[in-house]
């Protein structure tokens, strides 16, 4: 199976195992690291009230730049999380629609082993 890259998401599945991107060089991803099997694992994105922001958002520790985060959880617990900012608001729907793909393809994950 060729890589299936998640830009939104930072991430790509290749044989049944989610790395992330990595940095681009020339025309290849270097420097990708191994995050965990596909099996089991579930995308999530997150957008915060924004009611939070202004200095209620400093005390929180919330930047007035982030919205919110993308996470994947795996099996055994371990997650991967990317942060927001205030641009991804544009692309909510396609980050939404990247999670869903995500989520179908972990589904079909034992079936592609």
């Given at each position: 199976?060729p890589?299936?890259?998640?830009?939104?998401?930072?991430?790509?599945?290749?044989?049944?195992?989610?790395?992330?991107?990595?940095?681009?060089v020339g025309?290849?991803?270097?420097?990708?690291?191994?995050?965990?099997?596909?099996?089991?694992?579930?995308?999530a994105m997150?957008?915060?009230?924004?009611s939070?922001?202004?200095?209620?958002?400093?005390?929180?520790?919330?930047?007035?730049?982030?919205?919110?985060?993308?996470?994947?959880?795996?099996?055994?617990?371990?997650s991967?999380?990317?942060?927001?900012?205030?641009?991804?608001?544009?692309?909510?729907?396609?980050?939404?629609?990247?999670?869903?793909?995500?989520?179908?393809?972990?589904?079909?994950?034992p079936?592609?082993?």
């Amino acid at each position: 199976m060729p890589a299936v890259v998640f830009g939104y998401l930072t991430v790509k599945v290749r044989d049944a195992e989610v790395w992330t991107i990595g940095r681009l060089v020339g025309s290849r991803h270097v420097d990708a690291r191994y995050l965990g099997p596909l099996a089991g694992a579930k995308a999530a994105m997150e957008l915060d009230d924004f009611s939070v922001f202004g200095v209620g958002g400093v005390l929180k520790g919330i930047g007035p730049h982030l919205v919110g985060s993308v996470s994947i959880t795996f099996a055994d617990g371990t997650s991967y999380q990317r942060p927001l900012r205030w641009g991804a608001l544009i692309d909510a729907p396609k980050i939404r629609a990247a999670v869903d793909r995500f989520n179908a393809l972990a589904a079909a994950a034992p079936e592609l082993s």
